[in-house]
């Protein structure tokens, strides 16, 4: 067996397409410099960063995996409450809490992971949706544990690493989230390039193709969406433990359907898809409610609903304007 | 408990006349509509408004809140939901929830954020009660008004599609549109008038519910999920599977929120859940219907 395998030949091309490029450098250069360059808007820049974090959860499981789901939101409220509840009963240590967060949105993942695994869009749409309202109706009830409807106050989070306290000016914050949106991105973009995630986009892609070549389905499935949920608990935990607060709107509707948009704004199916929608969402959410603060939502559903008529893969490509539109 | 049977029959009642819409809607163009609630919500304000500002009767307003959502139903099916009927689920929720979006902004922006109440013509506003002890059953005359007027309709549902021309089109495109197209029906006017009738029903259903489900701009967030679980569980294909549906969950919330206040809306989600799990293509569904 001295000839050369096929595979071998193809070898580089497939590693050189996974390869770091330039401007990716160039992104995350610039988000750790943005900080420094307008330390006033801290908060909103470590906020963007958590969105982020939380869209490229949900890309893994939506882009990656084709699952639609309306109910990402009780991944990332449930890391929060855990979180704030370790930092207010436990321990202030702001790391301890993250890892106990993804923790719990992990065990909470891999639960609901079985209930993904059959039915149409539409059941999987309900399922999802379903888990998340029963997430805030609990938070909700269990009043004496979360507060209630009050939200969970007294939060104090300890300094990070034991030397970073957590100031007003927010500089610990948002390089915190930065760090460790930068670290859970390195590792999806490993994942995604993975074999694994191959064989993720080949489920999405026809799930029916993908059992017969031997791709372990359901088990890949339930792999992703426990790791998305992980990565979703680690998002609601930071929110948490920056602002300090944990309150009912971590589970809300609003917020799935928000990183929803985020997703697809970005570009779904590409990991900094959920980073671009970040910074774009947050920078309108921003300037639209500083306009009209009560009634920001109806420019936001008349945005979603522009988007898909227009064809959302067209917006973000304004050269295909002009340009006839092919087979749909 | 005789009572609460009763509310929870009306109640579950009103949800299908509701959700029907959405049943169809989904079964025939297999579109995922979470604006349905808008449209019920339509319904409910052109009948809060024209009773506040216009005198208009409450018998009066139902078929005008009918017209006015099955109007709106059909131009919007026309210029907006017709394009996306091939496009894949995504698209599909996320037009949805921007619309709805829309909706509760608009409705905030124009009438306010209050909750409005309907005032019912006395002859609806007694209560009857027959029996006594462990057995007694009050009756609110309004509740049996929905009973009787859900009833009806249903009835008249399921005569129109077992025995009329148009009935069996419907049932035709459904099972497979393209042989529908084939045989010389107009697949798009059925879809149409399908479609504005379904909002229709939703705009009569929102109207004779404001009174019992309560009416603010947040409806159609709060009811959606009530609607696809009568469609999700009911399935898409009778209508006897989403009465079925929609009777049960009538009368599983009323009774959680009766007995355990404190678990309410749990229960429901972790029934539906289960079901969904168990059965993905809902509990009343044919055994050999089309995929």
Known sequence: MNAERPTDAARPALLRANRWKPWEFALWLAAFAAPLADPSHAALISEIAIVALFAMSLDLVLGYAGIVSLGHAAFFGFGGYCAALFAKHVMPDPLVGLAVGMAAATVLGALCSVTILRGSDLTRLMVTLGVSLIMLELANK???????????????????????????????????SLV??????????????????????????????????????ASRLVAVYTIAAA????????????????????????????????????????????????????????????????????WLGLFLVLLVLVGRDRLIRPWTWLRRRGRV | MLTILFDGIAYGMLLFVLAVGLAVTLGLMNFINLAHGA?????????????????????????IAFAFSALLGAVLERTLYRPLYHRPHLDQVLFSIGLVFMAIAGVDYFIGSTQLIVQLPGWLKGRTEIGSGEWRLGMGHYRLFIIAVCGALTVALQYALSHTRFGSRLRA?????????????????????????????????????????????SFPLKYMIYFLIVVAVGGTSSITGPLLAALLLGIADVTGKYYIPKLGAFIVYSVMIVILVWRPQGLFVRQHGKA
């Open chain 1, 142 to 176: 269990l009043d004496w544990l979360t507060g209630g409807a009050d939200g969970l106050q007294g939060i104090t989070i300890g300094p990070l690493l034991g030397r970073f306290e957590f100031d007003l000016g927010g500089r610990t914050a948002v390089y915190y």
């Open chain 1, 180 to 217: 460790v949106l930068l670290v859970f991105a390195i590792l999806a973009r490993r994942l995604v390039h993975s074999p694994f995630g191959a064989t993720l986009m080949a489920i999405r892609d026809n799930r029916l193709r993908a059992m017969a070549i031997g791709v372990p389905v």
């Open chain 1, 231 to 298: 990565m979703a608990g680690a998002a609601g935990a930071l929110l948490v433990q920056t602002t300090s607060f944990a309150s009912l709107d971590l589970f809300e509707f609003q917020r799935s359907a928000d990183v929803l948009l985020i997703l697809v704004v970005g570009g779904v199916g590409w990991l900094y898809g959920g980073v671009i929608g970040a910074v774009v969402f947050k920078l309108m959410q921003d300037t639209l409610s500083a306009i009209t603060a009560q009634y920001w939502t109806f």
């Open chain 2, 39 to 63: 449209f019920a919500m339509a319904g409910g304000y052109v009948t809060v408004l024209l009773m506040q500002r216009a005198g208009v009767p409450f018998m009066a307003c139902l078929p």
């Open chain 2, 173 to 217: 495109s459904v099972d497979d549109q393209r042989v529908a197209a084939g045989l010389g029906i107009n697949v798009n006017v059925v879809f149409l008038s399908t479609f504005a009738f379904g909002s229709g029903l939703a705009g009569l259903g929102g109207a004779l519910g404001s009174e019992v489900l309560g009416l603010d701009p």
